[in-house]
């Protein structure tokens, strides 16, 4: 992520000094305004929103299309929690599909897994790593769906020269501590349709058609609260500023270290859906062992180790259990959804074999030099250990 420092302070400071801290300071455009209009320019979207988690994005998003209960929504089976979490949350149930090696949805896994009831796909762009946005398109616009990009992983990446979250209908940011721009915590939604951003608006803060933003062509509905404050708006317009530097930084370490496994024997390059933009790296390994080892390595990591992305750990979602019985989505979808592993064997056995690799953007190019020694080094030794193994 960006470093935060002086001109995020500076512009704090002046939110305080003028004592509007709500997002719609009196008389003016502020800062988060400012920011959702920058955004809607650099990604191409119509409408940006800014709310107050990567979670309630896609929540707000969800809302926003109409997504309801007794919808089926496909999300895919590596992922944070909250891209499954988000459908029950609007009453929707979350169905799992396979990755592939790129590490996203596997488009041949998605039309496996549609039903009549399924209305929504949630693509995830995982760890900088973008989706085959083509293929789920198309899938989409043949089965009528609606496509809502998690790009909570991946801001400001883009695919074929188009920026992820615009791509879909509606899109999804994170702005928490791990990501490509960070105010603590915070989201947005992006969409190009009107009508979706109107109803968005509506969700995520009940009075936002009384704050004079006029007439709205949507019908108003009762929504919740997920705006920000001025005091995220100001940080996030600091950070922006730092977005596309951090995927330029990226994008010229990718092939440095990229080489380091050109012709190793036991692993490769992860496969990109778009190789020419790619600002992340992932290698895959012949054997899980070989990964496990190599994963120890600093700058790398086994992604079947990385507990909290594997849906066989989202025990909140696997218990299929509500805060109130008669709020349970599963209670009223249309068919009986689970969630066994042995549904899912490909994704798993994707993760032990595969290896996020750091491109350390914080770090100058002659330490990744000497970083990319070390990374072979350890794969050469994990092939070793690989090779030792029995069959």
């Known amino acids: 992520m960006p470093r935060v420092g002086l001109s995020e302070l500076f512009a704090l400071g002046r939110v305080i000094t003028n004592g509007q801290l709500l997002r719609y300071p009196r008389g003016a455009k502020g800062y988060t305004h400012r920011f959702e209009t920058r955004l809607a320019e650099m990604t191409g979207a119509s409408h940006v929103l800014t709310v107050n988690s990567g979670t309630n994005a896609l929540i707000t998003a969800l809302a926003a299309a109409g997504i309801g209960p007794g919808d089926e929504v496909l999300v895919p089976a590596y992922t944070w929690m909250a891209t499954a979490i988000a459908p029950l949350a609007v009453g929707a149930v979350p169905v799992l599909v396979d990755i592939d090696e790129t590490l996203t949805m596997d488009p ?18 995982m760890l900088n790593l973008v989706c085959n946005m083509d293929a789920i398109m198309e899938i989409a616009r043949r089965n009528e769906l609606i496509v809502i990009e998690d790009a909570a992983q991946a801001v400001g990446v883009s695919y074929k020269e188009r920026r992820t979250g615009s791509i879909g209908h509606l899109g999804a940011y994170s702005f928490n501590h791990f990501k490509n721009i960070t105010s603590g915590e915070g989201g947005a939604v992006l969409t190009s349709d009107r009508g979706y951003f109107e109803r968005a608006r509506m969700y995520h803060d009940p009075g936002s058609f009384m704050r004079g933003h006029g007439e709205a062509s949507e019908p108003l509905f009762a929504g919740l609260n997920f705006r920000v404050s001025e ?21 010229r370490r990718h092939p440095i270290v990229a080489r380091t496994f050109a012709d190793l024997p036991n692993c490769r390059l992860s496969p990109h859906n778009d190789p020419e933009n790619a600002v992340a790296l992932s290698v895959i390994f012949d054997d899980p062992e070989e990964a496990r080892v190599f994963g120890r390595t600093r700058g790398a990591e086994r992604l079947l180790d990385t507990d909290r992305h594997v849906f066989v750990n989202w025990e909140a979602v696997l218990s299929k259990r509500a805060f109130h019985p008669k709020m349970n989505p599963h ?19 994707i993760l032990s074999r595969t290896c996020r690799v750091s ?5 100058p190019l002659p330490v990744m030099q000497w970083q990319k020694r070390s990374l072979r080094n350890a794969a050469s030794r994990a092939g070793a250990v690989g090779a030792a193994v029995p069959a």
């Open 108 to 125: 041949l896994d998605i039309e496996r897994r549609l039903s009549p009831y399924t209305k929504a796909i949630i693509p995830v762009h």
């Open 231 to 251: 005091l995220t708006g100001a940080v996030l317009w600091a950070q922006l500023a730092k977005l596309d530097p951090f995927l330029r930084r990226l994008r």
């Open 331 to 349: 209670a009223w979808a249309n068919r009986e959804i689970t969630y066994l592993p042995d549904d899912y064997a490909r994704t798993l056995e």
């Open 359 to 363: 491109l350390g953007a914080q770090y």
